[in-house]
């Protein structure tokens, strides 16, 4: 099986992570080490992410072309529609088919050097994610996923016109959507309810990351989009000088958030993972989700 959904349709939960390419031959280690020390656990898909305005193209596709040749993961591209034309796009979804890619996550992307910054087209690009949905499809047969967030877009008035984005996007062709981060589970529940609640049947990835430092807490709070609720600090807050005990406690909250998670029927967890293996293996384990021969 080597498409996403395809690996997301057995009858037990599983998990999967995200990987961003190398920056330099040190970087390179790093990465390549997490990926043999995830590989035996036999993670539903690996996704390699692409920097905005295609900065980490090449790297990207060099990286997930090493993942199809040399392990027996599943990876899924990303792709963004920064700064690139119609042309460019489809050049770079041919490399992914060229490589043996089968799945793509669009996203339209954040502008350069300031994700909140104005959105501006490429003069011969394009404006919507759902419009790169379509163009992959377009292109081959391509399992494609899109981006949801559980606090809305930062660029959408309310979390109803966000929904109706993220339906948009679905109903243009995509498979499934992975949510970005959060720190209240039924944060993410409730952005599943939206959804269904519009009649949009679809698979919905919760996305995690383990809670090991402060840095960790704060990209979370950064990538979420929204402040640390105020349960989690007063869990946190009494070990943040204490770094072995912050590490403790914030793979027991992350680890409670996926029992949750799962209890409620979400097929996967999606684990963000600054391209280290550690804290990803103690949960997945933790939870149950690793094959009996790891």
Known sequence: MTSVVER????????SVEFFPPRDPADEAVLWRAIRELEPLDPAFVSITYGAGGSTRDRTIRTTGRVVQETTLVPMAHLTAVDHSVAELRNV??????????????????????????????????NYAEELVRLCRELGDFCVGVAAFPYGHPRSADLDEDT??????????ADFAIAQLFLDADDFLR??????????DTV??????????????????????????????RRLEPFL????AFRAEGVDL???M?????????????????????????????????????
Request: charge should be positive; charged fraction near 25%.
């Open 164 to 173: 109706r984005y993220l339906v948009r996007k679905l109903r243009a062709g």
């Open 204 to 233: 919905l990835l919760p996305g995690l990351m383990p809670l090991t430092t402060r840095r960790t807490l704060a990209k979370t709070v950064e990538l979420s989009g929204a402040p640390v609720p105020a349960a989690v600090a």
């Open 254 to 256: 992350v680890t409670e």
């Open 8 to 15: 997301l349709s057995g009858d037990k939960p599983v998990f």
């Open 93 to 126: 979804i041919g490399w992914y088919a060229a490589v043996g890619v089968r799945n793509i996550l669009a996203v339209r992307g954040d502008p350069p050097g300031d994700v909140n910054g104005e959105w501006v087209r490429h003069p011969e690009g394009l």
């Open 191 to 200: 952005l599943r309810d939206r959804v269904a609640a519009v009649g949009c």
């Open 258 to 294: 996926g029992q949750r998670l799962l209890a409620e029927g979400v097929p996967a967890l999606h684990f963000y993972t600054f391209n280290r293996s550690k804290a990803t293996r103690e949960v997945v384990g933790r939870l149950g989700l690793v094959p009996a021969r790891a």
């Open 241 to 244: 000088d204490d770094p072995v």
